[in-house]
C-alpha cells in the first residue's frame, strides 16, 4: 500500500463518546498535518508535526488531541465533540516542514458525523 | 493576513467545453506560493502545480493552463476541452515563503466544478 491511509473512512459518533482517527503514511515524510473540512469554511490547518513533534496548533480546542509516535503514524483523538464539529478530517504528508514549500500528499479524509 | 478567493462556487459545463476556475489572492509578503489542488470525489486532494511569486510565466501541462498575473492577483486555471473525469472540487492556496511558515498553506473556498456529458 502506498500514499496516505485514513481510518476509518466515516464515524458516527455521540458527543460523550471518545474515538480516535488514524492517518498511516507509507512515503518516508517527516511532517504530517491534520485539516478540517467543514461545508461552510475553508480548509482549516489544525496541528503539524515536524519529525514527531508538533510545530503548530492553530487554535483547536481541547476536545481534539492530536499524538504523533512516530513519522509515519498520525491520530487525532476525539472526545466531548460538538455537532459543529461534524466535517470531513484530511490528513496529510510532506516530506519536510519548512523549507521550500513542498506540496502535500493528502489522505481520502475520514467524514466525521457528531450527533 | 493571507487570503484566497475562489469567487465561484460551482461552475457547470458540457464535455469538451474550455473552462477557466477564478483565484484571486491576498497577502504581504514578495516571496510567496500559490498552489492548485483536486479533491475528486474520493477526497483526497491531489496535487497540481505549484508557483512562486517571482516566476510569472504561464504553464501549460496538457489540457491544463495556469495563468498567474501578479497585477492582478490572480492565478487562474483553465481546463480545455473539459471531460467527466475532471469533475471535482479545485482549491487554490497560498503559503508564505519564509522557511518558518513551511507547508501553512491558506485555502481558498474551492470551486466545485461539474462537467456532463
Redesign the interface.
Known sequence: ETG?TQTPRHLVMGMTNKKSLKCEQHLGHN?M?WYKQSAKK??E?MF?Y?FKEQ??NNSVPSRFSPECPNSSHLFLHLHTLQPEDSA?Y?C?S?P????I?????????T?LSVL | AQKVTQAQTEISVVEKEDVTLDCVYETRDTTYYLFWYKQPPSGELVFLIRRNSFDEQNEISGRYSWNFQKSTSSFNFTITASQVVDSAVYFCALSEGRNNAGNMLTFGGGTRLMVKP
Not at chain 1, 519536510?96 to 523549507?99: E, L, N, Q, R, W
Not at chain 1, 514549500?101 to 479524509?109: C, D, M, P, R, W
Open positions: 496516505v511532517a498535518y475553508p480548509l490547518l503539524v515536524n510545530t503548530e470531513l484530511l496529510a510532506s519536510k516542514f519548512a523549507g514549500n513542498e506540496k502535500l500528499f493528502f489522505g481520502s479524509g467524514q
